[in-house]
């Protein structure tokens, strides 16, 4: 018998050790000898990942969030919508803060919560007019260069206005002003003194019968600088 046999055999091995010719795996080198990592930095993994780059949507395509699509979001081309299926509130918070919530969206109710100063050119509210069908009522919000609250009323033969009981820790005492309007009859008033919580009134006549209005600054936050330079 000769020592070797040499010979061309085509068809499927039964078994092999690896492959004549390696094949390259998105990238990676496999000859079925050894199990390999697939790696694609163009790929986030469902395990999640980082974006390096930009991510664009086309209009109308939506991030959901939630098993059951509980948070939407998404651009319709001309406006940016943010539905909320599931109900209950939607919190931005501080990370930097021990995650402190600085907003917090009550969705149900349309309600806005915050922490800090709300900054604005203008404020106003808008309500469907209370007596015409098919109106809408707008006011704009009354301004002044300090942080103030106020109590108004009706006196009629008492000379002493209680302040409610919390001003004591919510305003400064010696901000508080009270104007006096008589009203029935004609006389005269004036604040002799504010003590305790209480403002008492005197009256050029006995009887005592009038408005009044008591504005104060509030102490619990801080007093802003009406005029100042932009940065």
Not at 116 to 124: F, H, I, P
Not at 190 to 205: F, G, L, Q, R
């Amino acid at each position: 018998m000769p020592g070797s046999i040499s010979s061309n055999i085509t068809g499927n091995a039964a078994t092999a050790t690896a492959l004549q010719n390696a094949r390259n795996i998105n990238g990676v080198s496999f000859d079925g000898t050894a199990d390999i990592t697939i790696a694609d930095n163009t790929k986030i993994p469902t395990a999640g990942g980082t974006f390096t780059g930009n991510v664009t949507f086309q209009d109308n395509k939506i991030l959901r969030f939630g098993t059951g699509a509980d948070v939407e979001q998404y651009w319709n081309g001309a406006d940016f919508y943010t539905d909320i299926n599931g109900g209950g509130n939607w919190f931005i918070r501080d990370g930097n803060s021990s995650n402190a919530t600085r907003y917090t969206f009550d969705v149900d109710n349309g309600n806005l919560t915050m922490t800090g100063t709300l900054v604005a050119r203008d404020k106003e509210f808008l309500i469907d007019h209370p007596t015409k069908e098919g109106m809408k009522l707008r006011h704009g919000v009354l301004e002044g260069p300090e942080h103030s609250v106020y109590v108004r009323g009706k006196l009629v033969d008492s000379k002493v206005i209680e302040l409610p009981d919390y001003w004591t820790g919510l305003v400064r005492e010696d901000t508080i002003t009270v104007s006096l309007t008589a009203f029935g009859d004609h006389n005269e008033y004036w604040v002799e003194k504010i003590e305790d919580n209480k403002i008492y009134i005197k009256s050029t006549y006995g009887n005592v019968k009038c408005f009044y209005h008591v504005f104060a600054e509030r102490k619990d936050v801080d007093r802003f600088d009406v005029e100042f330079k932009e940065d």
